[in-house]
């Protein structure tokens, strides 16, 4: 299996080439030359299969440059009951990603049960063992530079945490995160985390990691990367998820489902759309957003709009609140028929901050073909949608999956399950839920008290000199 760039001018390169890079170098984001199809023989051999197994035959298919047995045991390592511990609501810790019925025909999938209670960990998980594993085999080192304002970068940490040859460098804003956030990350006592609170905002967070990204000097003498969103690694093992969602939720492979997403990035959803066209029985793929809906306008009307971050809200719904979606270029790629000079031109358009618009080209003609529909939830929908799932099905919602229970729910198709993705799990959100239910949200046992741990973090201003003299000391 080979990769490509969604802008055509890159050679095509090896998974483990990929792996640890970030954008292609025309400025392109990878995607496999074609996509695995899976046929009914083969689907049905995998419905019998564990989770870890069917990572393995899943990834096997898109990682073709690891020995067989290798790959075997990484996923084999990521895929524990042990790693994935925090299921909730009689969900059965080994299938991983359990569902639980809300009603007949209505389901959530848990992806929040890893070690940092939200969907991220599916995939850092494994990314934390692949980086390993390549570094080892290539004798090289690397530096992780990374800014969060919470899931992703404690995500990182806990994937990276002890990993030979990765060092991660994670600033966050000072005093801007929860305690419980704080506490999440601030508590590794891990040699090769090094957390970073900067007195300022995320963006200002932001913006030393792409000062320090643009140094190409600097970057390369000291091995700086990332683990961003559009890492392929990470949408590649997100998709194994739809298919265990999908065996969950029917008895024969002869049925469809529906899923919904919460989406921002359009990481996860790009998954399910890969899914999809690897042949799994998909009938829909609701994509929800929050207030910030340049998605949902783009699948209702045609028109991409990104937002400048002053255009972006901040919600109740935090992972989701994204002015520019920055997986969304993948699905465009496979939407105007794999064709990238198309894709050049719509990129060089929101590159420059303005808007494209397809809803007069042949490409939106074939859009029903992606299965695609979409909606949008504001906080006093997420807060409704919490109350209303407690109070008729006792189940207890985080304000992610919140807003993609409420567009699901506007999208059912008659004798069709819908699968709505868990993002989070509540006890991330206790505000909310407070407002919401009145009560706080049940933490799972381990992670009691954890603000109470001692926290190792060094607090600087926001410099770019002073952030590359401290990372220059430590590497
Ligand atoms: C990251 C995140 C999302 C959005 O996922 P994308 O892949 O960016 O679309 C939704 N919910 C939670 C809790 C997240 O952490």
């Known amino acids: 299996m080979r990769y490509i760039s969604t802008r055509g001018h890159a050679a095509p390169q090896s998974f483990c080439d990929i792996l640890l890079g970030g954008l292609a170098p025309d400025g392109g984001l990878y995607l496999p030359e074609s996509y695995p199809q899976i046929g009914r023989q083969e689907l049905d051999a995998w419905r019998k299969l564990s989770y870890a197994d069917l990572a393995y035959e899943i990834l096997a298919k898109f990682i073709t440059d690891i020995p067989a047995a290798d790959l075997k045991v990484l996923v084999a390592r990521t895929y524990t009951a042990q790693v994935y511990c925090h299921t909730r609501n009689g969900g059965n810790a080994a299938q991983i990603t359990p569902l639980t019925k809300l009603e007949d025909g209505l389901y959530t999938q848990e992806l929040s049960n ?171 793929l609701v994509l929800a957003t929050n207030e910030n809906d340049v998605l949902d306008e783009f699948f209702r009307t045609g028109v991409y709009r990104p937002r400048t971050a002053a255009q972006t809200s901040i919600t109740s719904s935090p992972s989701m609140d994204i002015s520019k979606a920055s997986n969304f270029e993948r699905f465009v790629f496979d939407l105007v028929g794999r064709d990238p000079a198309v894709v050049k031109e719509l990129w060089a358009k929101v590159d420059k901050g303005e808007a494209f618009d397809l809803s007069s080209t042949v490409y939106w003609k074939n859009l029903p073909n992606f299965k695609f529909v979409s909606g949008k939830s504001s906080h006093i929908d997420r807060i409704n949608t919490i109350r209303f799932a407690q109070g008729r099905y006792n189940v207890m919602l985080d304000t992610h999956t919140a807003d993609g229970l409420k567009v699901a729910l506007e999208h059912r198709l008659p004798n069709i399950p819908m699968i709505v993705l868990e993002t989070a799990q509540p006890a991330k959100f206790e505000e909310t839920i407070r407002e919401a239910l009145g009560t706080e949200p049940v933490r799972p046992a381990d992670l009691a008290g954890i603000e109470n741990l001692p926290q190792r973090v060094v607090v600087m201003a926001p410099d770019v000199e002073a952030v590359k003299r401290y990372l220059v000391e430590r590497v």
């Open 114 to 284: 890893g070690p940092t209670l939200a969907f991220k960990d599916m995939a850092m998980q494994l990314l934390g063992n692949l980086f390993e594993y390549v570094l080892d085999k290539r004798n090289e080192s690397i530096n992780i530079l990374g800014a969060t304002s919470g899931d992703t970068g404690s995500a990182a940490e806990y994937a990276m945490r002890g990993k030979h040859n990765v060092k991660v460098f994670m600033l966050s804003p000072d005093g801007k995160m929860s305690a419980f956030q704080r506490a999440q990350m601030y508590s590794l006592q891990d040699a090769n985390i090094f957390n970073i609170a900067v007195t300022g905002l995320f963006d200002d967070a932001q913006d030393i990691v792409k000062a320090v990204s643009n140094d190409a000097e600097f970057k390369a003498k000291y091995k700086i990367g990332a683990v961003n969103s559009i890492n392929w690694a990470r949408v590649a093992a997100q998709i194994v998820y739809y298919f265990q969602g999908y065996f969950l939720a029917t008895k024969s492979n002869d049925e469809q489902v529906a899923f919904a997403v919460p989406s921002g990035n359009f990481g996860n959803i790009c998954a399910g759309h890969i899914a999809h066209q690897m042949g799994l029985p998909i009938a829909r």
